[in-house]
């Protein structure tokens, strides 16, 4: 694997640690797809750091499970500002 690669996933996986951001979140602000982020966070840095993959992991999974509400949430602004 390429350094740029390893060190890249590195970098993913902090933010995503540091500031709970969300794949799609994470993706903008790096400049990158978000299925390049899901693949570096949870395939590639396993390879690299499983400590530091298994933490950005547990973040992920709680974006995942909270992810139904930030959409509720979305959809009820879209619709207030709408009238």
Known sequence: MKDYIEERAVDLANY???T???VRQTAKKFGISKSTVHKDVTERLI???P???SEA???LDVNKSERHIRGGMATREKYLHQH
Do not use: D, G
Request: proline residues 0%; glycine residues 0%.
């Open 16 to 18: 995503i640690i540091e």
């Open 20 to 22: 709970r951001a969300t």
């Open 47 to 49: 390879q690299i750091n």
């Open 51 to 53: 400590i530091l993959a």
């Open 57 to 59: 992991r547990k973040v």
